[in-house]
């Protein structure tokens, strides 16, 4: 990552998987749980007493029977707003969420250009491998979809919803005012991800794609290749 000026680095962040991350540190802390446990629990408000920042990342605007619910995350509400709204563009991540958003057509249309010391520093559209020999010319950062990261994405919405409920509502995708969902209801667009592996109208499989031997052969096509990342 270039140390950029003005806190542009950040514009870099949030377009790659890296800027989606933080959000797997979610947690709900239900009140039933946090009173079987009371050294935790007083060990924990001691912990929030004595450290100013740490607020920051607790919510409790939450109740239930039991008394007040807990949310621990990374991001707070105003934050978690923000970057869905760039996890959940079509330009962008949206389809499924690859490791870095240039693969998409935001960075083809608009090649993002920063001056640094007299050199200009360039990200673009290059998918797959680079053409460069920087990092051996590996495509892993590259733009692939990593199946393993969407599955701990949709879970941590899963977990964010658990929290918030229906009344958390994200355009989905981004700038479709009228297709206001839940984040349960986003984290299932990401099902188009199981559409790789079933069989389409004219019973092929994507990720088989023209390999007749993996679509077609009776001893091969109901066996199907499992990849941890796609292109």
Not at 25 to 34: G, S
Not at 63 to 76: D, E, H, I, P
Not at 201 to 220: C, E, K, Y
């Amino acid at each position: 990552m270039l140390k950029l000026p003005n806190g542009e680095e950040h514009f870099l962040k949030i377009r790659s998987m890296v800027g989606l991350i933080p959000l797997f540190a979610v947690e709900t802390l239900e009140p039933e749980i946090v009173d079987c446990l009371p050294g935790f629990k007083r060990r924990m408000q001691w912990f929030i007493d004595n450290h100013p920042d740490v607020p920051e990342h607790i919510e409790m605007t939450q109740r239930s029977a039991r008394g007040v619910r807990r949310l621990l995350s990374l991001v707070n509400r105003k934050q978690l707003k923000r970057v869905l709204s760039r996890m959940l563009d079509e330009t962008e991540f949206f389809f499924a969420l690859r490791s870095a958003c240039s693969f998409l057509a935001f960075h083809k249309d608009h090649p993002y250009e920063v001056q640094v010391n007299g050199n200009t520093n360039r990200v673009d559209y290059e998918p797959a491998e680079s053409s460069t020999g920087l990092f051996g010319g590996n495509s892993n950062w590259r733009g692939p979809i990593w199946f393993p990261v969407n599955y701990l994405l949709v879970e941590s919405l899963q977990k964010f919803h658990h929290y918030y409920g229906e009344d958390f509502k994200v355009e989905c995708p981004t700038h479709a005012s009228n297709r206001s969902r839940s984040l349960a209801g986003s984290g299932g667009n990401f099902r188009r991800l199981i559409h790789i592996f079933l069989r389409d109208s004219n019973g092929r499989r994507p990720v088989a794609g023209g390999t007749d031997l993996f679509q077609s052969d009776p001893h091969w096509r109901d066996l199907i290749l499992f990849y941890d990342i796609f292109t």
